[in-house]
T-cell receptor, first 110, second 115 residues
Framework: GQQLNQSPQSMFIQEGEDVSMNCTSSSIFNTWLWYKQDPGEGPVLLIALYKAGELTSNGRLTAQFGITRKDSFLNISASIPSDVGIYFC??????????FGTGTSLTVIP | SAVISQKPSRDICQRGTSLTIQCQVDSQVTMMFWYRQQPGQSLTLIAT?????????ESGFVIDKFPISRPNLTFSTLTVSNMSPEDSSIYLCSVAGRGGTDTQYFGPGTRLTVL
């Protein structure tokens, strides 16, 4: 299976700071999804992107579907303590399977 | 979003035994998938569960070890066969294609420990 390269692997930031993470792949994807996973839970969908170049916001979260269809980024503005968790990107291949990034662990220091 | 349940939520099993995990979704979906997430790791796709036909397995996963059933559009099972401690992991069911979109939603996962 494929695995997407996600960076950074971990981040330690002060509350109120902005966060940016990205995902790259050697393959083209039709859909990009961003998830957050808390310990002991399944991933929860944050944002879905369906079209190359698409920029979508969900509250303090903004994500973009790269124009080459091989990358995506997620920004979180004005971070708060409950943003702590592991963030994953996922890309849907032309065969309709979803493959996950390696994850970004976010720690927010109050 | 879809409401997905998995049973059991966790189990502790002896090596050499098998465990079947059930996934139920509250509405018909086009696609169902099974993932494995080892401690501290990302999610790895095991297979796509195909309704009425054999599952499509990813490289490194085989039907003899992970038999999958999908008898209808709302239910699937994954069996972890002849378990070893290396199979200790979280197994997650996901669905996509509800309402014609390709958005993927996850169940809560099954935490498996093999002694």
């Amino acid at each position: 299976g494929q695995q997407l390269n996600q960076s950074p692997q971990s981040m330690f930031i002060q509350e109120g700071e902005d966060v940016s993470m990205n995902c790259t792949s050697s393959s083209i994807f039709n859909t990009w999804l961003w998830y957050k996973q808390d310990p002991g839970e399944g991933p929860v969908l944050l944002i879905a992107l369906y079209k190359a170049g698409e920029l979508t916001s969900n509250g303090r979260l903004t994500a973009q579907f790269g124009i080459t269809r091989k990358d995506s980024f997620l920004n979180i503005s004005a971070s708060i303590p409950s943003d702590v968790g592991i963030y994953f990107c996922a890309g849907q291949s032309t065969g309709n399977q979803f493959y996950f990034g390696t994850g970004t662990s976010l720690t927010v220091i109050p | 979003s879809a409401v997905i349940s998995q049973k059991p939520s966790r189990d502790i099993c002896q090596r050499g035994t098998s465990l079947t995990i059930q996934c139920q979704v509250d509405s018909q979906v086009t696609m169902m998938f099974w993932y494995r997430q080892q401690p501290g790791q990302s999610l790895t796709l095991i297979a796509t569960a195909n309704q009425g036909s054999e599952a499509t397995y990813e490289s490194g996963f085989v039907i003899d070890k992970f038999p999958i059933s999908r008898p209808n559009l709302t239910f699937s099972t994954l069996t972890v066969s002849n378990m070893s401690p290396e199979d200790s992991s979280i197994y997650l069911c996901s669905v996509a294609g509800r309402g014609g979109t390709d958005t993927q939603y996850f169940g809560p996962g099954t935490r498996l420990t093999v002694l």
